[in-house]
């Protein structure tokens, strides 16, 4: 059982003959109940205050995990954010080394077909020069017969 103040105030003690002061005792008891009282005071004081730092800690504890939590849920969105520009990259990288691919396939396919379009026309063009020059040889050796200026002549004369 605790003590309190009125316990201190309201204690009796028995007589004896060769006692104390009554007085004395009386004013050293209530003197000590007095700073009992403030120190229960302070007590409750103490204890309230602590009550409320025990609140503030728990609400700065819960802060702190909360920020805590919302560090946390950054750096994984920025890893996968991360991640996930590396798979876009990634992907570009092969869309553009596919088209690449497709580019060169058709420039490849154009020269191919310029190349045999040039032979061609260059066949056609050698068949031309060999055609020609046949009738230019043609012509000339017609005209190194004589017999059209004979044949000219006889046709004048007559």
Known sequence: MSLTPIDIQNKQFNRSIRGVSPSEVDEFLNRVAKEFEELIKENIAAKEQIEQLKEKLNHYQKMEQTLHNAIVVAQ???????????????????????????????????????????????????????????????????????????????????
């Open 76 to 158: 994984e969105t920025a890893e996968e954010v991360k991640r996930n520009a590396a798979k876009e990259a990634e992907l570009i990288r092969r869309e553009a080394e596919k088209e690449a691919a497709r580019i060169m396939e058709d420039a490849r396919y154009k020269a191919s077909r310029i190349l045999s379009e040039h032979e061609e026309v260059y066949k056609q063009v050698q068949f031309y020069k060999m055609r020609f020059r046949s009738l230019v040889e043609a012509q000339l050796a017609a005209l190194e017969m004589e017999d059209w200026l004979t044949s000219e002549e006889e046709g004048k004369g007559a």
